[in-house]
């Protein structure tokens, strides 16, 4: 059986001891200037946290930083020598005021104390984990996770002498038993592609606190708007910014937000997997997030709406939504999201993928793509884009049934998407 093994004692060994003991006092950020709006509500939080007035010119909003390199001065080659570059301005891979400013941003939105931007969600996860990881760790994971996080996990961790176990996101029993000596981190999504099934945070942090492991989840599909993992004591949270934080499916970007401890773990490691993101995608994903408030209220809304449409409609046989009373987890749905549910729903149509390949191409208004979190509705089937290197067999053991159709629901009318809907399924039918 398990028992409680992972003490101080432990950590010397692997060097974590350096950092966990580290004194020096680190301010939240790095912040040109740091303007969170921390006290206010969520809208308030998206226009004004982390926006920077430029001083000289009174110009409003933050200037787009597009160089790669700054002039150095003496506090530079001091930080340089002292390993803290991270609070100076040196080099764009290392930091810009472009990504200091929506870093910010982030911050206030996630409630943590310091956030990163990557150029994808990608680079993101990777990073974190390669930072959080040493030779011969484990890592607990779930076989409902992003494909480009299952491969890298499947395929690359091996390599560095690495390992992973993967369970079902939702039964803690099976996660706990999956802990193995050299575990250090646990790696969830807080919604999952393309069921939506809820990880119960509380108990993952509650392994994570009894087994001295880090929690990282993947929040991509909820958002901040939704739950603010580390208020319930994640130690990471990551984010695909092409998603519902850019909203305009217009960008490929990532953010990793936590303590300012982890978060400076994590940035060497992205100096040198090279991951940062651009300054013009940061203005673009600033920007962007001034409406994400505004946006997340309108995709949570519709969402709700269409599912309940979905299922009471004959040919729709199962529609999963974790705000319907009908789905596997709702009691802890309404517990953890508190009546935030996100935009995304499956639902499996009669007739099988034949008759959802006909609906796709009957619809108007959703745009049969890949992605999801945009204003503009997206609609793709998962057994030939995000599940499609799993086998038939692999397909129906993790519960993707024929017919299963996955809706990235937009800002659009709700009614609009409703008659757009009946139209087509009375074509199809
Ligand atoms: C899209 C996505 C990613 C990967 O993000 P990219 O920006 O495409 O690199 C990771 N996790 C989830 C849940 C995603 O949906």
Not at 202 to 214: C, P, T
Request: with cysteine.
């Amino acid at each position: 059986m398990n028992k409680v093994f992972k003490g101080l004692e432990d950590k010397r060994e692997t060097g974590d001891v350096w950092f966990d003991e580290l004194k020096r006092t680190r301010d939240i950020g790095p912040a040109i200037v740091s303007k969170r709006y921390e006290e206010f509500n969520e809208s308030t939080k998206s226009v004004h946290a982390g926006q920077y007035d430029d001083p000289t010119t009174n110009a409003l909003g933050t200037p787009i930083f597009q160089c790669s390199t700054f002039m150095l001065n003496e506090n530079t080659y001091q930080a340089i020598g002292e390993g803290r570059g991270r609070d100076e301005m040196i080099y764009t891979r290392y930091g810009n005021p472009s990504q200091w400013s929506v870093q910010e941003k982030l911050s206030s939105l996630e409630n943590a104390e310091s956030s990163i931007v990557f150029s994808s969600g990608m680079a993101a996860i990777s990073s974190a984990l390669l930072a959080m990881l040493d030779k011969g760790s484990h890592i607990v994971s779930s076989r409902d996770i992003y494909g480009g996080t299952y491969n890298f996990l499947y395929e690359d961790l091996d390599r560095y002498g690495m390992s992973v176990t993967f369970t079902s996101p939702t039964d803690i029993a099976e996660i706990e038993a999956a802990i193995q000596e050299d575990t250090k981190v646990l790696y969830f999504e807080g919604l999952t592609n393309p069921l939506l099934k809820i990880a119960p945070l509380e108990e993952i942090v509650a392994l994570g606190k009894k087994y001295n492991l880090r929690v990282i989840i993947d929040n991509t599909f909820l958002t901040p708007y939704n739950i603010k993992p580390l208020d319930l004591g994640v130690d990471l949270v990551v984010n695909s910014a092409t998603k519902y934080l850019n909203g305009h499916s217009d960008l490929v970007g990532g953010t990793v937000s936590g303590s300012r401890k982890l978060i400076d773990r994590i940035w060497p490691q992205m100096l040198k997997n090279g991951g940062s993101m651009d300054p013009h995608a940061c203005f673009m994903l600033e920007r962007s997030l001034k409406t994400f408030a505004l946006r997340m209220r309108t995709h949570n809304a519709n969402a709700l709406e269409f599912a309940t449409y979905l299922e009471n409609h004959p040919k729709i046989k199962r529609v999963y939504y974790p705000g319907l009373a009908s789905h596997d987890q709702h009691e802890l749905a309404k517990s953890q999201l508190k009546g935030k549910y996100s935009g995304m729903i499956s639902f499996e149509i009669e007739g099988g993928d034949e008759m959802a390949h006909l609906l796709l191409k009957k619809l108007h208004l959703p745009k049969e793509a890949t992605s999801l979190g945009g204003v503009e509705s997206l609609i793709s089937l998962p057994y030939n884009t995000s599940q499609a290197s799993l086998t038939k067999e692999q397909q129906r053991e993790i519960g993707i049934n024929d017919g299963l159709v996955r809706l990235s629901v937009g800002i659009e009318d709700i009614e609009d998407l409703i008659t757009d809907f009946n139209q087509a399924i009375k074509q199809i039918f």
